[in-house]
Nanobody, 122 residues
Framework: VQLQACGGGFVQAGGSLRLSCAAS????????MGWYRQFPGQERELVAT???????KFAHSVKGRFTISRDNASNKVFLHMTSLRPEDTAVYYC?????????????????WGQGTLVTVSS
């Protein structure tokens, strides 16, 4: 299973970006998909997640500015970021958790995308 993220780039403060991530390979089902980010010298942190039941989690700092959506049929997850701030500058990683590759009896696996850089200028 591979996760391919895209959509990062350079934007001015107050602007918007939309990140996309597609999971490919042998996939039977994915429980949850989401986005995390990592600042230089820091550990990766949760930005937003969306589970199979439609429940979302957001980092406090992005609530009201970021939305997450998912296309289960194509195993894609999207992060729409608005009102971006310089402190949102980070490498953003997509994640797929609870991945079953061939059937319900498979062990659940967790996968990460390669990361996409978001830079917000002041």
């Amino acid at each position: 299973v591979q996760l391919q993220a895209c959509g990062g780039g350079f934007v001015q403060a107050g602007g918007s970006l939309r990140l996309s991530c597609a999971a490919s390979g042998s996939i039977f089902s994915i429980a949850g998909m989401g986005w995390y980010r990592q600042f230089p010298g820091q550990e990766r942190e949760l930005v937003a997640t969306l589970d199979g039941g439609g429940r979302t989690k957001f980092a406090h700092s992005v609530k009201g500015r970021f939305t997450i959506s998912r296309d289960n049929a194509s195993n894609k997850v999207f992060l729409h970021m608005t009102s971006l701030r310089p402190e949102d500058t980070a490498v953003y990683y997509c994640n797929a958790e609870g991945v079953l590759r061939t059937g319900w009896r498979d062990p659940e696996e967790n996968y990460w995308g390669q990361g996409t850089l978001v830079t917000v200028s002041s």
